[in-house]
């Protein structure tokens, strides 16, 4: 877990929060937040694939307890304020020694904060997800939980902003349970409205026994469509985008090892891919 460092007040920005609509339902243990902020900030400008370091106040003493949250879609409202989204998981953790259940000291914050009241927050942080400049290029994206944001964003910005998108664009989405598939579940069907555009697809997969805790099947669907994604790897215009938990990238590398052969097929792939800035991650 990365710990941000704080800037002075001058680079920060603020945001009054717009929406907080909680997007999974009440049944599912997990409770993830879409938040709505409005900035009159005109020197903030985000885009899709970034982050912003939170200010949330801070404890023992400290002014501020900084944690990134990834933009989950940026929007300019006006010329004199725009508005950006985040999607939240509110964390909770249990302390080895003690075994008391502790909260995430940013995440509650946002997850409690009410509309009408201000965050303080500096960025963007990270690398923008690019577009390339051939619109009939790939787009794979591989992620999981809250890690949707970016995508979302991207998504969006292809067929909201751009207008659509010729090559293929595929998402392998994992969730512990389908009440957690973000944006695609009976609370939030934000994604489900690009199902008939003919480039995209969204492909879900969740855990095969999630009462037991078992790993999400995401090497399994990715794999069902081994063809599609290793032709999708080998185009020279293909761009790769890998959001979510740190813990998921290895599981992805050994799949994507498997539908190249070997791995050292993947890593020379992958390698290209790197080099020529096609491959980007947003990983936490
Ligand atoms: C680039 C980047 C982008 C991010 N984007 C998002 C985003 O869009 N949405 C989002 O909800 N979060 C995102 N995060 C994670 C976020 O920054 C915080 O780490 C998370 O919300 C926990 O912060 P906290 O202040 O609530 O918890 P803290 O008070 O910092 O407590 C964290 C404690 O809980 C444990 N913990 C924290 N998170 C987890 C976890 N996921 N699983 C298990 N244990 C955990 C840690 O071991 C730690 O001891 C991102 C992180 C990075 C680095």
Redesign the pocket.
């Known amino acids: ?2 710990s941000p460092t704080i800037h002075n007040d001058a680079t920060h920005f603020s945001a009054q929060l717009i929406s907080s609509n909680r997007i999974t339902p009440a049944t599912s243990a997990e409770e993830v937040r879409h938040l709505v902020f409005r900035t009159a900030d005109l020197g903030f400008e985000a885009k899709p694939g970034q ?1 912003i370091r939170v200010l ?1 106040p801070g404890l023992y003493g400290n002014p501020y ?1 900084a ?4 933009i989950a879609d940026p929007e300019a409202v006006s010329p004199e304020s725009s508005e950006f989204t ?4 509110r ?1 909770f ?1 249990v302390d080895d020694f003690s075994g008391e259940e502790y909260k ?5 914050y946002l997850c409690d904060l009410q509309p009408g009241q201000s965050i303080r927050f500096d960025g963007p942080v ?1 690398l923008v997800f690019p577009v390339p400049a051939n619109r009939k290029a790939d787009l794979l994206m591989i992620g999981m939980g ?1 890690g949707i ?1 970016p995508f979302r964003a991207y998504i969006r910005h292809l067929y909201e902003k751009l207008g659509g998108w010729e090559g293929k664009v595929r998402m392998f989405y994992g969730a512990h349970t389908g009440l957690e598939m973000l944006y695609m579940n009976d609370e939030n069907q934000d994604l489900a409205q690009y199902f008939d555009q003919a480039s995209f697809k969204a492909i879900q997969a969740v855990s095969p026994r999630p009462a037991l805790q078992a790993p999400v099947a995401l090497g399994q669907a990715i794999e069902q469509y081994a063809n599609e994604v290793l032709e999708m790897l080998n185009g020279k215009d293909t761009q790769v985008f890998i959001a979510g ?1 740190e813990a998921m990238l290895e599981g992805v590398d050994k799949t994507l090892a498997s539908i190249a052969g070997s791995a050292i097929a993947w890593q020379t792939i992958k390698g290209v891919m790197v080099a020529e800035g096609r491959w980007h991650e ?1 990983l ?1």
């Open positions: 877990m990365t982050s949330a307890h944690r990134l949250y990834t985040l999607c939240v998981r964390c953790y995430g000291v940013a995440s509650n990270g809250t944001a938990a947003v936490y």
